[in-house]
Nanobody, 123 residues
Framework: QVQLVESGGGLVQAGGSLRLSCAASGRTVSSFAMGWFRQAPGKEREFVGGISRSGGTTYYTDSVKGRFTISRDNAKNTLYLQMNSLKPEDTAVYYC????????????????WGQGTQVTVSS
């Protein structure tokens, strides 16, 4: 079992930056591939990106490439999402997720989820 807790969300103006954190407890995060999803009101949960257990492989959905960066600090048992050049369409609840095998853009694939943190980008 692993518990995931996101933090760092908030209100930011378009063009601004935020860094989200996902702290894991109960099991070392190095055992898991990790990822970020987001869900805007009235929309399905969307895969933002993922990172392998070692951190050597990352993937980003097209809409965030070049603006968002996923990283992990296995020593701190924490996953990060650095979000730059934010746009109003990035407004959503952001969730971190963990899987014992690999990351996937399919939300049904993941073993564990955090409770989410709200990100609101004003125009």
């Amino acid at each position: 079992q692993v518990q995931l807790v996101e933090s760092g969300g908030g209100l930011v103006q378009a063009g601004g930056s935020l860094r989200l954190s996902c702290a894991a407890s109960g099991r070392t995060v190095s055992s898991f591939a990790m990822g970020w999803f987001r869900q805007a009101p009235g929309k399905e949960r969307e895969f933002v990106g993922g990172i392998s257990r070692s951190g050597g492989t990352t993937y980003y959905t097209d809409s965030v490439k070049g603006r968002f960066t996923i990283s992990r600090d296995n020593a701190k048992n924490t996953l990060y999402l650095q979000m730059n050049s934010l746009k109003p369409e990035d407004t959503a609840v952001y969730y971190c997720a963990a899987d014992l095998l690999r990351f996937s853009d399919n939300s049904d694939h993941w073993d564990y989820w955090g409770q989410g943190t709200q990100v609101t980008v004003s125009s």
